[in-house]
């Protein structure tokens, strides 16, 4: 069963183990939904404290599958699969482990205001298909990517809702932001935990010339629940910096974030993200 409380001694526990041409350039938000069907996979690989004893192999981390499928001119499907797994090794141990998070079905609305302007709506459900059995793909999920937690924690049924705006300028500069509410509905009831609602965020500004492309990004979440706890332990944020090439159906793009949040960054120092993102002909 999930909990806010729990999910930091779980990842200190973890921590322990381990160390005993639209506007695609979105590095971390949701993407924005193409005119056709869309593809994007995205690779995040975090990387800990350098006190650690173990060591954990490149391809260690998140994979993401996302699809947006047009059902109209202005209505998309939204599927998302995320996947988790890591290798460690600690001396003669070895630790290998990899599951799926939660799957994502979802639905966005486009409005179009104006040449420069558009505004996405998003709503859909994250199924509870993380594994329990998988305790440190969950944890591995958390450290590298902590305001997307409704994607790995297990025993969780969520409702997702987000609000998306953009302005593209002649000039080549762009920015978007998001905002929405995620709750969090355990699956499991043994008395002790509630429903959790959490507050997403961010907000990217990206600079584009011939093909390529320059982005910044502030991504975060903050748990409106949980009034026990002080501000700096509900709010969880990461600025991520990027870079990539455009092209007519395949946008590939590199990017590295930071944790804000000072707990997560005295145990992990950040991510390197890959992304791809490819549009159907």
Do not use: C
């Not at 260690?60 to 890591?86: C, M, R, W």
């Not at 001396?91 to 990899?98: A, M």
């Not at 699956?187 to 002790?192: A, H, L, R």
């Not at 997560?264 to 490819?278: D, P, R």
């Amino acid at each position: 069963m999930f909990s806010f409380k729990r999910s930091f001694s779980a990842m200190l526990f973890f921590f322990t183990l381990i160390s005993g041409t639209v506007f695609p350039q979105e590095l971390m938000m949701k993407s924005i939904p193409q005119d056709k069907a869309a593809f994007s996979l995205r690779y995040l690989h975090p990387y800990f404290k350098e006190n650690s004893s173990s060591e954990m192999s490149t391809f260690s981390g998140i994979y993401e599958l996302e699809a947006t499928i047009p059902v109209t001119d202005k209505i998309y499907l939204n599927f998302q699969l995320p996947f988790v797994g890591y290798s460690s090794k600690s001396g003669w141990d070895e630790t290998t482990e990899s599951s799926i998070g939660n799957i994502y079905l979802g639905i966005q609305a486009k409005n179009v205001t104006s040449d420069i302007h558009t505004n996405y709506f998003s709503a859909g459900l994250y199924l509870p298909t993380a594994s329990e059995k998988h305790d440190g793909v969950t944890i591995l999920g958390a450290f590298a990517d902590y305001p997307s937690l409704s994607k790995y924690a297990v025993n969780i049924f969520s409702f997702y809702g987000n609000f998306a705006s953009q302005w593209n300028f002649p000039s080549g500069a762009g920015i978007a932001f998001d905002l929405g509410p995620t709750i969090l509905v355990p699956t499991e009831d043994n008395g002790s935990e509630d429903t959790e609602v959490m507050l997403h965020y961010g907000i990217t500004g990206k600079y584009s010339f011939n093909h390529f492309f320059g982005a910044a990004e502030v991504n975060g979440s903050y748990i409106l629940t949980e009034s026990e706890l002080d501000f700096a332990d509900k709010i969880f944020n990461n600025v991520s910096l990027g870079a990539g090439w455009s092209g007519s159906y395949v946008t590939p793009s590199l990017f590295y974030q930071w944790n804000i949040n000072k707990q997560l960054s005295n145990i992990v120092t950040g991510a390197f993200g890959v992304k791809l993102e490819v549009v159907l002909p």
